[in-house]
T-cell receptor, first 115, second 112 residues
Framework: GAGVSQSPSNKVTEKGKDVELRCDPISGHTALYWYRQRLGQGLEFLIYFQGNSAPDKSGLPSDRFSAERTGESVSTLTIQRTQQEDSAVYLC?????????????FGEGSRLTVL | GNSVTQMEGPVTLSEEAFLTINCTYTATGYPSLFWYVQYPGEGLQLLLKATKADDKGSNKGFEATYRKETTSFHLEKGSVQVSDSAVYFCALGGSGYSTLTFGKGTMLLVSP
């Protein structure tokens, strides 16, 4: 597609439920990134993929968070047993490759609200 | 570790005023520095970048100079417009870094 696409754009869920957030990167971009943006905070790095591998998972806040990428394309971020502190905008970005020019192309984000 | 510190907002200006948004960084190695902008309802997009010390990045009337001696990358514009109202993020990364490290963002509000 023309840009990075994320879905859903908004998700309201109850505490304890699982959620899946999807990211479609720009075609041909081998690197894909997930960030979290809490209200009033900066962008918090979660995980990145080079191809289908995740060399750096250091930003995942807990074992309730996981992510996968298939076909060097779509990625899914899964949050199990959601907590209220998981409420945030989850941003996905892609780039031609990691460790390159550093320019990331962002989607509009998925806003998650945990009640 | 790597970190980016930006001035807190919101920054409120009248149209045609001069803009400065301060950004300082701490990094291992020799990062590239970036300014990203997020307009209301849109995703972040790259505004400008500089890849080495003393480089000046510029775009859309904005500019920033990579100052290694002061570890700074302040964003400036000589005359802001209402359409510049957005959130501005300073970031470091690039070659040798697996991802970008962002500051907290600074909201700019420009009134007519």
């Amino acid at each position: 597609g023309a840009g990075v696409s994320q879905s859903p754009s908004n998700k309201v869920t109850e505490k304890g439920k699982d959620v899946e957030l999807r990211c479609d990167p720009i075609s041909g971009h081998t690197a894909l990134y997930w960030y979290r943006q809490r209200l009033g905070q900066g962008l918090e790095f979660l995980i990145y993929f080079q191809g289908n591998s995740a060399p750096d998972k250091s930003g995942l806040p807990s074992d309730r968070f996981s992510a996968e990428r298939t076909g060097e394309s779509v990625s899914t971020l899964t949050i199990q047993r959601t907590q209220q502190e998981d409420s945030a905008v989850y941003l996905c970005a892609s780039s031609l490759e990691a460790r390159a020019t550093g320019e990331l192309f962002f989607g509009e984000g998925s806003r998650l609200t945990v009640l | 570790g790597n970190s980016v510190t930006q001035m807190e907002g919101p920054v409120t200006l009248s149209e045609e005023a001069f803009l400065t948004i301060n950004c300082t960084y701490t990094a291992t190695g020799y990062p590239s520095l970036f300014w990203y902008v997020q307009y209301p309802g849109e995703g972040l997009q790259l505004l400008l970048k500089a890849t080495k010390a003393d480089d000046k990045g510029s775009n859309k009337g904005f500019e920033a100079t990579y100052r290694k001696e002061t570890t700074s990358f302040h964003l400036e514009k000589g005359s802001v417009q209402v359409s510049d109202s957005a959130v501005y993020f300073c970031a470091l990364g690039g070659s040798g870094y697996s991802t970008l490290t962002f500051g907290k963002g600074t909201m700019l509000l420009v009134s007519p």
